[in-house]
């Protein structure tokens, strides 16, 4: 990694809190800032280097993860030629579960998120490893025993019933959820910004691993199962 500078773009939900990161990382010799617009977001401000790096690392900050973030979020973590980091006000337990769904590779607690753990994240995140804080471990560990229990006794957990991970995983959920309100294809993937392709893939692979036979049984699946 020290013969390679970091090619890093910075996301936040707003300027103020983006242009304290980049301030961090702007002087940092293994990090190379680079516009938004390269990666399909919207432009930097102006003074934000751009250029190409052998590695590809997005920096996502956010205060909860609300729907934008969360579409944002899974926008970003589906890209092969990047690896993310996020930083965070607050998880609450289903969206910890959804984050490692979507591949995230480091999380950062944003009181805790200084210049140094900042750097860090990104040289892992662009190593390909994963870090999160001591807490974070110990509640995934936690949730994911109370949903392996759940599994064993057949009694649906409270974190299972908003992010179940056994019978269907998070993005299941969501096409689903979509499919119930009744939006077609094309509205799922502008709403979840998922290609139309992916979408289908999705449900193709619900529906064989679940021998369901067609949408309205994915739909009726989920309702009776308490996924939505």
């Given at each position: 990694?020290?013969?390679t500078r970091?090619?890093v773009a910075v996301?936040a939900t707003?300027p103020?809190?983006?242009a304290?990161v980049?301030?961090h990382?702007?002087?940092e010799?293994?990090?190379?800032?680079?516009?938004?617009?390269t990666d399909?977001s919207s432009?930097?401000p102006?003074?934000t280097?751009?250029?190409?790096a052998?590695?590809r690392v997005?920096?996502?900050?956010?205060d909860?993860?609300?729907d934008?973030?969360?579409s944002e979020?899974?926008r970003?973590?589906?890209?092969?030629?990047?690896r993310?980091?996020?930083?965070a006000?607050e998880l609450?337990e289903?969206?910890?579960?959804?984050?490692?769904e979507y591949g995230?590779r480091?999380?950062?607690?944003?009181?805790?998120?200084?210049p140094?753990?900042?750097?860090?994240?990104?040289?892992?995140?662009a190593?390909?490893?994963?870090e999160?804080?001591?807490?974070?471990?110990?509640r995934?560990?936690?949730q994911?025993?109370?949903?392996?229990?759940?599994?064993?006794?057949?009694?649906?957990?409270a974190?299972?019933?908003l992010?179940p991970?056994?019978?269907?995983?998070?993005r299941?959920?969501?096409v689903?959820r979509l499919?119930?309100?009744?939006?077609?294809?094309?509205q799922?993937s502008?709403?979840?910004?998922?290609?139309?392709?992916t979408?289908?893939?999705?449900?193709h692979a619900l529906m064989t691993r679940?021998q369901?036979?067609?949408?309205?049984h994915a739909?009726?699946?989920?309702?009776r199962e308490?996924?939505?």
């Amino acid at each position: 990694m020290s013969d390679t500078r970091i090619s890093v773009a910075v996301h936040a939900t707003d300027p103020l809190s983006r242009a304290g990161v980049i301030s961090h990382l702007r002087h940092e010799p293994t990090v190379e800032l680079v516009d938004r617009a390269t990666d399909g977001s919207s432009p930097a401000p102006p003074g934000t280097p751009t250029a190409a790096a052998q590695e590809r690392v997005a920096v996502m900050l956010v205060d909860r993860l609300d729907d934008p973030a969360g579409s944002e979020l899974r926008r970003l973590a589906r890209s092969t030629e990047q690896r993310v980091v996020l930083i965070a006000s607050e998880l609450r337990e289903p969206e910890l579960l959804a984050v490692v769904e979507y591949g995230v590779r480091a999380i950062l607690w944003r009181h805790q998120a200084t210049p140094q753990k900042l750097l860090r994240a990104v040289h892992s995140a662009a190593r390909g490893e994963g870090e999160l804080p001591p807490d974070l471990i110990n509640r995934l560990m936690t949730q994911l025993g109370r949903l392996r229990l759940s599994a064993l006794d057949g009694t649906p957990s409270a974190a299972g019933a908003l992010v179940p991970t056994l019978g269907m995983a998070p993005r299941e959920v969501d096409v689903v959820r979509l499919i119930a309100e009744g939006l077609d294809t094309k509205q799922i993937s502008e709403k979840l910004a998922y290609s139309e392709r992916t979408v289908k893939n999705v449900l193709h692979a619900l529906m064989t691993r679940l021998q369901l036979q067609n949408r309205a049984h994915a739909v009726a699946y989920a309702l009776r199962e308490g996924y939505i």
